[in-house]
């Protein structure tokens, strides 16, 4: 009788052991990334996506951010993802443009007349179209998400018009059309990743940087920036990027648990940014940075005019027509 119980208890005890050992098994663990820190409307971004997914899979996946650039630069991080190193990223139109590049007509100056716009454009079809391009690269885009409407930055004057900004030494992102753009207003361009960017300011290797507010707060760049001018001279997106064979790989209702989570990413990303936004200028001015608001816009883009030509040769008048006139 005794051996007879010793026998179900090891019977019990072992499946108990293999019932375990395979929720262990099941139990999948990606990795993210962004280049900034956790209290920002990136980090809002990574954050949801990670709830949402656990929480929609009850657990078995299971999503490891890092933050403030500890697995690199937008760069690496994109091309981690595209190799399959990582599963996951998240960042700003920055690079992406080096691996997908149709993309990059949304980082022409002053193409959006405001986020409302921007977000009507990336949420409708021709967004769509856009994420549409990175899967041939060896990525899913999952959602637009955005870094914001860029300001520039630098400790050398106040910027009241395009001409103040004529040799500065500015960081820019790695964009192509960012440099080229940035190049017309007569700005010594400093292409960096911006891990970099804080140090670089300290020192006064650059003059000066361009940024949403979100960043700028989230960052502390007023600690190393004196001037600030809203320019808002681009509309800066972001996305959520996953690796295609990684996607791929998952079942039908994981695949659209991701792209829901995503979403909602997206709208916990920009309600950051629109909060950013509406305390932004008060706050930076508290913390003791000279504010410009008051810019002549038409005066930026006359400067630009030989750029903007350009800018037409290269992605078509009536593609930036679609995207100008859309509503």
């Given at each position: 009788?005794?051996?007879?119980?010793?026998?179900?208890?090891?019977?019990?005890?072992?499946?108990?052991?293999?019932?375990?050992?395979?929720?262990?098994?099941?139990?999948?663990?990606m990795?993210?990334?962004?280049?900034?820190?956790?209290?920002?409307?990136?980090?809002?971004?990574?954050?949801?996506?990670?709830?949402?997914?656990?929480?929609?899979?009850?657990?078995?996946?299971?999503?490891?951010?890092?933050?403030?650039?500890?697995?690199?630069?937008?760069?690496?991080?994109?091309?981690?993802?595209?190799?399959?190193?990582?599963?996951?990223?998240?960042?700003?139109?920055?690079?992406?443009?080096?691996?997908?590049?149709?993309?990059?007509?949304l980082?022409?100056?002053?193409?959006?007349?405001?986020?409302?716009?921007a977000?009507?454009?990336?949420?409708?079809?021709?967004?769509?179209?856009?994420?549409?391009k990175?899967?041939?690269?060896?990525?899913?885009?999952?959602?637009?998400?955005?870094?914001?409407?860029?300001?520039?930055?630098?400790?050398?004057?106040?910027?009241?018009?395009?001409?103040?900004?004529?040799?500065?030494?500015?960081?820019?992102?790695?964009?192509?059309?960012?440099?080229a753009?940035?190049?017309?207003?007569?700005?010594?361009?400093?292409?960096?990743?911006?891990?970099?960017?804080?140090?670089?300011?300290?020192?006064?290797?650059?003059?000066g940087?361009?940024?949403?507010?979100?960043?700028?707060?989230?960052?502390?760049?007023?600690?190393?920036?004196?001037?600030?001018?809203?320019?808002?001279?681009?509309?800066?997106?972001?996305?959520?990027?996953?690796?295609?064979?990684?996607?791929?790989?998952?079942?039908?209702?994981?695949?659209?648990?991701?792209?829901?989570a995503?979403?909602?990413?997206?709208?916990?990303?920009?309600?950051?940014?629109?909060?950013?936004?509406?305390?932004?200028?008060?706050?930076?001015?508290?913390?003791?940075?000279?504010?410009?608001?008051?810019?002549?816009?038409?005066?930026?883009?006359?400067?630009?005019?030989?750029?903007?030509?350009?800018?037409?040769?290269?992605?078509?008048?009536?593609?930036?027509?679609?995207?100008?006139?859309?509503?």
């Amino acid at each position: 009788m005794k051996l007879s119980k010793l026998f179900i208890y090891m019977g019990i005890s072992f499946g108990f052991m293999v019932s375990a050992s395979t929720q262990a098994q099941a139990q999948i663990t990606m990795r993210n990334a962004i280049s900034v820190a956790e209290n920002s409307h990136a980090g809002e971004a990574v954050v949801t996506l990670a709830r949402e997914v656990e929480k929609r899979t009850n657990g078995r996946i299971v999503i490891k951010n890092f933050f403030s650039g500890s697995l690199g630069g937008e760069r690496e991080v994109m091309e981690a993802v595209q190799l399959g190193t990582q599963e996951l990223g998240h960042g700003s139109t920055g690079p992406v443009p080096n691996f997908v590049p149709e993309t990059a007509i949304l980082d022409v100056p002053f193409l959006f007349r405001d986020k409302a716009h921007a977000r009507a454009v990336l949420d409708g079809p021709i967004g769509q179209e856009l994420l549409a391009k990175f899967e041939p690269k060896g990525f899913k885009a999952l959602a637009w998400t955005e870094n914001g409407v860029r300001h520039m930055t630098n400790n050398k004057r106040s910027v009241n018009g395009p001409d103040d900004l004529k040799g500065l030494k500015m960081r820019t992102m790695e964009n192509p059309v960012h440099v080229a753009a940035y190049k017309g207003l007569g700005i010594v361009t400093t292409p960096m990743a911006f891990p970099e960017v804080f140090t670089a300011l300290q020192t006064g290797t650059i003059d000066g940087q361009e940024n949403p507010l979100s960043v700028i707060l989230a960052a502390n760049l007023d600690q190393v920036q004196k001037h600030i001018t809203l320019t808002g001279h681009v509309y800066s997106p972001s996305v959520f990027i996953m690796n295609k064979a990684v996607f791929d790989k998952l079942s039908k209702a994981d695949q659209q648990i991701f792209l829901d989570a995503a979403k909602e990413g997206a709208k916990a990303n920009r309600a950051r940014v629109d909060k950013d936004d509406a305390g932004g200028v008060a706050e930076l001015r508290k913390r003791g940075m000279n504010v410009v608001e008051n810019v002549d816009k038409t005066k930026f883009i006359a400067t630009m005019a030989t750029v903007n030509a350009e800018f037409e040769k290269k992605f078509g008048k009536a593609n930036l027509d679609r995207i100008r006139n859309f509503k």
